[in-house]
């Protein structure tokens, strides 16, 4: 089995309890935000194109739904990066604790319900298209990176994984 070596930022390059990411990760999610945002805002707001469901249901239902999704997205990211990079573990581990004993990739899931969120608004359905390739996008960076993980913990990260599930709080059968 090839061992590969996650990218860390320089930031944390000293940090021996960090695996490390996709190297194009955070240039690919702020590509995919960009747009996100420039799909959104000109369905939304400008042209109009896809946003004809709002008529069905009411800003009354859809708004406060937004802010809850949203203010769960928030507070799952910043738990996550918190524990992550708040924390320096004297031994490099998994870590099971937190949001990571809801699901492994609670950042990841963070990010995916922020633009949940803001679909909820508009209702604009070519947002709802981007959003999928924007979810397909942290499946695979979710992958390579349990890969990495696999490969430094092994056995440990391999029962974790049965434990708990990748993106969404619950245990599907497979």
């Known amino acids: 089995m090839k061992s590969e070596k996650g990218h860390l930022r320089k930031s944390h390059q000293h940090r021996g309890d960090l695996t490390g990411e996709y ?5 690919g999610q702020l590509i ?12 939304s707001f400008a042209f109009k194109y896809s946003t004809f469901l709002t008529q069905y249901l009411s800003n009354y239902i859809r ?3 937004a802010l809850i999704i949203l203010v769960i997205s928030g507070l799952l990211a910043w738990a996550g990066l918190k524990i992550v990079f708040g924390e ?3 031994e490099p581990q998994v870590i099971t604790t937190g949001v990571f004993s809801i699901v492994r990739h609670p950042i ?5 319900l922020l633009y949940l969120g803001f679909i909820l608004l508009s209702l604009s359905l ?8 924007i979810i397909i996008f942290y499946y695979m960076i979710s992958r390579y990176e349990e890969k990495l993980l696999t490969q430094r913990f092994g056995s440990i990260y391999e029962e974790y994984k ?3 599930p990748m993106l969404l709080p619950i245990k599907l059968p497979y």
């Open 108 to 112: 990841y899931l963070g990010s995916i």
């Open 88 to 90: 320096t573990r004297e």
């Open 32 to 43: 995919l935000l960009v747009i996100f945002l420039i799909v959104w805002i000109a369905d």
């Open 63 to 65: 708004v406060p739904i």
């Open 162 to 164: 049965k434990k708990v």
């Open 23 to 27: 190297a194009f990760g955070d240039m």
């Open 126 to 133: 070519l947002s709802i298209l981007v959003w999928f390739v």
